[in-house]
C-alpha cells in the first residue's frame, strides 16, 4: 500500500507568496478567494485524497472495473466515496455559481487535480471527464440545454464523456465515421461506433452525458465537416426528469496496462437521439475549448503520480538499509540508503522536477483565468497566447516526466518495486496512460511547432521569452549564478526557435523530426523560469522562514545543475537534420 | 498479438564479418564452429522461438505461474514446449560436452539468449539460471559433485537456480543470515528464508538444483562468513537416484507487474541438506562467476525485448494510416504514419541503438569466450579484464535502453499500445524487471566506478580505450566523419574517467553521485565502437550486399547523429558534484 500526504505547504507557498500576477489579481471574480478560503478548502481536500480516496487505487487495479450484462460495474467502493465526493460538493468546486458550482479558480482547483491524481487517478477520471464536458456545454451549448444538463452535471449525479476516437480514427479526426442524421424536431440521430471512451459507462451516477464528435450527411469530409453533439445515455425530458434509455451502448471495455479501475468504453451509438452543441460542423473547436484544459489537467495527473511516487521512495529510503555509505560510521550491519549519494541524487532529481513543475503549474492557472476572464481584452487575448502555448508543454512535459520519476522510484525500491505489494509498480503503470491519452506527447509537440508556433506570425515564442527576461531582472546577488544558467539556455531555446521558423519554410520533415526535442527545450525553460519565482522570494522572505526556503534553494540547486543543462543535448541532435531520417528505407 | 522474426540476418552478418578478433579465432575449441554450423543452429532456433515459444508470452500474462498445495504450476502450454526444448538439445547448447553438452561458443549462444529473451523472458527464465548454476558448479564444484548434478542439468531435466536475497539483504549481502551446520558425514544444513528466487519451483522438471548463499556458524559476519551450498529440492541418492524429499519448501510466490510466467519465489529451508561448493566463506567469490556471466545475459534480454518491440512498431506502423505527412500526395484520408518523419525518427532511434548493442554485445561474447579458454594467461587476462569491465556496462545500457525503446514503441500504438489485446505493453513490464534483478543499474555503476575502475592501479579503462583508438585507424575517407564524433566522445570519456580518479581520492560521493552516468557515457562510446566495427565492413564489403550495407551506414549515422551527442550532457552535469546532494535535509 502507498503512503500520500497532501503536499498542502508547498501548495499554499505557491498561493500566497507567488500571487504575484497583477492581472490575477486584478480578477473581480476571485476578490474574495483569500489565503484562509484556500487553506480551508486545500487541507480538506487532503483529507479526503489521503484518507478516503487513496485506498480505491488499489482496490481499482485488483479488481477493475468490469462489464456484466451490458453494465459497467466500478471497482468495490468507488460508489460510496463517490457519493460522499458529490455531496461535499468537489466535482463543482471550479463550477459556475449559476449552475450550482462553487466558482473556485484553477489556482486551487487545479492543486485539487493534482492531490486527486496522486491519490487514485482511476477514480478522479469519473468526474475529471465531467468537468471536462461541463466546460465544453457551458461555453457552447445555449441557454436551455445549459439549464437541462448543466446543475446535475455540476453536482455530480450526471457525469460526462468526451467521444472523439473512433477504430480508425485517434489522431487524425478527419477521418471519423460517425453519422449524425438531423430529425424533423431538430434533433439528430447518431449512429457508429466511439472507442477509448474514459468512463464510457459506469454505475456512479443517474445519467451520463455524452459529447460526441459526428457527421452529418450533407457535411464535407475531413475535419471541417465534424459537429458536436450532446448524447445522454438516458434522455431527459422536458421537466428535466429521467425518460427512456437512449440507443447508447456499451459494447467492451479494455483491457488495460494501468487505471485499470476506470471503465475505457467500446460505445455503441444506434440512432441514439444527440443535440447539436455550437454551429454545425465547428464541432472541433467547440471540443478542443474542453481538450486544452483537459490536456493541461492531463499534466497535473503526470505531476500528481510523480509526487506519490517520490513521498514513497522517500520514505523508503529512510526505512530500508543497504550497504555502507562513503561516510558511514556503522560498525555492523548496514546504512539507510537515504545515506547513499546514489539515492540522494535520484530523490533530489524527482524533487527538484516536481516543485518545479507545481510552481509551472500554478504559473499557468494564474494565466488561463486571465484568458478566462479578464475585462481587458488585449491582455485576456495575450494570456490565451501563453496558456495556448504551454499547453502542449506542461501535458507532454509532466507526463513524460512523471515516467521518469514513478520510474525511479521503483528502482529505489529494488526487487520490491517490482511486486505488486507495495504499489509503487501501479503508479508507474497508471502513469503510462498520460502521455497517451489525449493526444500523444508527439502530437503535443507537433502541435506546438506547427501550430502555436506560427500563431499571430510566429511571435508567440517572442512574447514568451520576454516576458521571462523581463522576469530575471533581479537585483539579489545570490540568483544570479541560477540566472546565468537559465540565460543560457534561453539563448539555446531563442536559436532553436530560430531554427525551427526558418527549417518550417525549407524543410518542415526537420521540423517534425525536432518538434520533440523542441518541446523538452521549452519545458525546461518554463520549468526554470518558475523557479526563478520560486528562487526570488526564497531569498526575499528567508527570515522569515529559513528551513523552508533553504530547502527550496538547494532543490532548485539541483535542478540548475543537473535536469536544465539537458536542453542543450536536444537542441544540438535535433538540429541535425532529417534528410538521412527521410531517405531511410525501412524493410 | 506480438509478432517475431529472429534477426538471423544480422546475426550472421555479426558471426561472419567481424570474427576478426585473432584471440578468438585461435582457439582451438571453436575451430569447427564454422558459419554452416552457426547458420543452421541460428535457423533452427529461429523456428523454435518463432513458432513455439513466441505463444507463451501472452499465455504466462494472462496466466502466470501459480502455488496450489505447496507445489508450483507453470502457465497452460509451458510443460510441452519445455520437453521439447529439452529433448532438442537446447538447454545444452553451450554446456560443456563432457557432460552431454554440445560445447557451442558463446558468440552463437547469446544470439540464442537474444532470440528466447524476445520470445518469452518468463520461459527463458526456467533454463537461464539452470545454466547459471551450470557455470557455477562446473567451474567450482568438486568431481563428484560435478558427475553427480551436470549431466541432468545439461539434459534439462534438473534445472538450478541462485538463492541470494533474504528479506533484509539484496544489494548488501554481508547482512546474510541463512545458517549452514556442519553434520558428521561433511554435509550442511542449511535453515533459513530467500526470497525473489526465480524458477524457484515448478513442474517442469524432476529436481531443482539451488545454489544457496548461507553463514556457518563459525564463519565471521559480513560478506568474508558466507558460503555456497549446493541443495537440491529432492535429494539425489549415490546412484544418481532421486531420493527422499530435502528441506526445502515454497512460501509463496510473488504477484509481480510482469514476467507472470515465470515463478518468483519465497523458499523455506528448513535443515535442508547441502554440499559445500567452493572454498568455505569464499562463497561471494564463487557465486560472482556465475553473476558476472548472467548480468550480461540480462544486458541480451534487454536487447531481445528491445528488438521484438521494433518489430511490433515498425510493423504497426506500416498498417495504421493517420494524418498527412509533410509531402503527403494522398488526396482523400490518411498516410501511413511510417511516412512522419517524427515516427521515422523514433523507429531508427530503436534500430540504431539496437544494432549497436547486438555488435557490442558479439565482441564481448568473444571476449569472454577468449577470458575463459585462450591458451596464453596474459591474453586471458587481458580479455578478462575487458569483459568484467562491460559486463556492468552491458547489464544496465541494455536493460536502460530496453525501457526507452519498449516504451517507444507503446508511444508508436497510441492508446491501442496501453490495452493488453496488442501484447506491445507486456515488452515493457517484462523488461522492467532487467534494471532491477542481478544487482540494480545503479549497483551496476558502483560496481563499475568502485571496482572495476580501480582495478590494476586504474589501467583496465585506459587499456580499453586505446584498444578502441586503435581500431580507428582506418583509412576509408567516408567513415572519418564519425571516428571524428567518436573521437570528441572519447575525449569527453577520458576526461570523466580521470575526473573520477581524481574525486576517488578527494571525495566518494562525488563518484556516487556520478556513476550512473559514467556508465551511459561509456556505454555510449563502446555502443559506437562497435557501431564503427560494422562500418569498416561495411564499406570495404559495399559492393558484395549493397542494400544491406547501406541500411548500416544509415543507421549508424542516426546513432552518431542523435544517441551517441547525449554523453556530454551526462558528463558535464555529472561533474557538477555533489556537496549540495549531500548536504541537503530531506524532510
Not at 528567508?542 to 536542453?567: D, G, M
Amino acid at each position: 500500500m502507498t503512503i500520500y500526504r497532501a503536499p498542502v505547504d508547498d501548495m499554499m507557498f505557491l498561493f500566497e507568496k507567488l500571487k504575484n500576477n497583477s492581472h490575477y489579481n486584478s480578477l473581480e471574480k476571485y476578490k474574495e478567494v483569500n489565503s484562509d478560503l484556500a487553506k480551508d478548502i486545500l487541507e480538506q481536500a487532503a483529507k479526503l485524497t489521503e484518507n478516503l480516496i487513496l485506498p480505491l487505487a488499489k482496490v481499482g487495479d485488483e479488481t477493475p472495473s468490469k462489464l456484466e450484462n451490458g453494465v459497467v460495474r466500478t471497482p468495490p467502493g468507488y460508489k460510496e466515496v463517490y457519493k460522499k465526493f458529490i455531496d461535499d460538493g468537489w466535482v463543482s468546486l471550479s463550477c459556475d455559481p449559476e449552475y450550482g458550482g462553487q466558482g473556485m479558480p484553477k489556482t486551487i482547483s487545479s492543486f485539487f487535480d493534482e492531490m486527486l491524481s496522486a491519490a487514485s487517478l482511476s477514480f478522479k477520471l469519473y468526474s475529471e471527464l465531467s468537468i471536462g464536458a461541463y466546460n465544453c456545454i457551458h461555453r457552447h451549448g445555449s441557454d436551455s440545454i445549459k439549464k437541462k444538463f448543466l446543475p446535475n452535471m455540476v453536482k455530480g449525479t450526471w457525469s460526462g464523456t468526451m467521444c472523439l476516437t473512433e477504430p480508425v480514427c485517434g489522431t487524425d479526426l478527419g477521418l471519423l465515421k460517425t453519422k449524425a442524421v438531423e430529425q424533423s424536431d431538430g434533433t439528430y440521430k447518431l449512429t457508429g461506433q466511439k472507442i477509448f471512451i474514459t468512463s464510457g459507462d459506469h454505475d456512479l451516477t443517474e445519467n451520463i452525458i455524452h459529447l460526441v464528435l459526428a457527421r452529418a450527411p450533407d457535411s464535407p469530409s475531413g475535419t471541417k465537416g465534424i459537429s458536436l453533439f450532446l448524447v445522454p445515455k438516458i434522455q431527459v425530458k422536458e421537466d428535466g426528469s429521467l425518460g427512456a434509455r437512449n440507443g447508447v451502448s456499451t459494447n467492451s471495455i479494455e483491457s488495460k496496462m494501468g487505471i485499470r479501475g476506470s471503465a475505457t468504453c467500446v460505445l455503441n451509438f444506434d440512432d441514439a437521439v444527440g443535440y447539436m452543441i455550437g454551429p454545425k460542423n465547428k464541432g472541433l473547436n467547440s471540443m478542443f475549448t474542453m481538450m486544452n484544459l483537459e490536456r493541461i489537467v492531463v499534466g497535473l495527473q503526470g505531476l500528481g503520480l510523480s509526487e506519490i511516487a517520490y513521498q514513497n521512495a522517500l520514505n523508503y529510503s529512510k526505512e530500508r538499509k543497504q550497504g555502507k555509505s562513503n561516510t558511514s560510521k556503522t560498525k555492523n550491519g548496514a546504512d539507510l540508503i537515504i545515506d547513499h549519494a546514489d539515492i540522494r541524487r535520484s530523490l533530489l532529481n524527482m524533487k527538484s522536477i516536481i516543485e518545479g513543475e507545481r510552481a509551472l503549474g500554478f504559473w499557468l492557472a494564474q494565466q488561463t483565468e486571465v484568458s478566462l476572464h479578464h475585462k481587458d481584452n488585449r491582455i485576456k487575448e495575450e494570456a490565451s497566447d501563453l496558456v495556448s502555448l504551454m499547453t502542449p508543454v506542461v501535458k507532454s512535459l509532466f507526463t513524460d516526466m512523471g515516467m521518469e520519476i514513478t520510474s525511479d522510484a521503483m528502482q529505489i525500491f529494488g526487487g520490491y518495486g517490482y511486486t505488486k505489494d507495495q504499489g509503487i509498480e501501479q503508479l508507474y503503470r497508471d502513469n503510462r496512460i498520460t502521455p497517451i491519452y489525449e493526444g500523444t506527447n508527439s502530437v503535443q509537440a507537433i502541435d506546438l511547432v506547427f501550430r502555436k508556433l506560427v500563431n499571430k506570425n510566429g511571435d508567440v515564442i517572442n512574447k514568451y521569452i520576454n516576458l521571462i527576461k523581463k522576469d530575471l531582472k533581479i537585483n539579489e546577488e545570490k540568483i544570479k549564478p541560477f540566472i546565468k544558467k537559465l540565460d543560457q539556455n534561453i539563448e539555446i531555446l531563442t536559436k532553436f526557435s530560430d531554427w525551427i521558423k526558418e527549417k518550417m519554410k525549407s524543410s518542415k520533415d526537420d521540423v517534425s523530426a525536432a518538434c520533440n526535442d523542441y518541446l523538452k527545450v521549452l519545458g525546461l525553460v518554463a520549468t526554470a523560469h518558475a523557479w526563478v519565482k520560486v528562487l526570488e522570494v526564497s531569498y526575499k522572505d528567508y527570515e522569515n522562514n529559513k528551513k523552508f526556503y533553504e530547502e527550496k534553494i538547494q532543490t532548485a540547486n539541483f535542478f540548475f545543475n543537473r535536469v536544465l543543462p539537458k536542453a542543450e543535448n536536444y537542441y544540438l541532435t535535433a538540429t541535425s537534420g532529417s534528410k538521412y531520417i527521410m531517405d531511410f528505407k525501412f524493410n
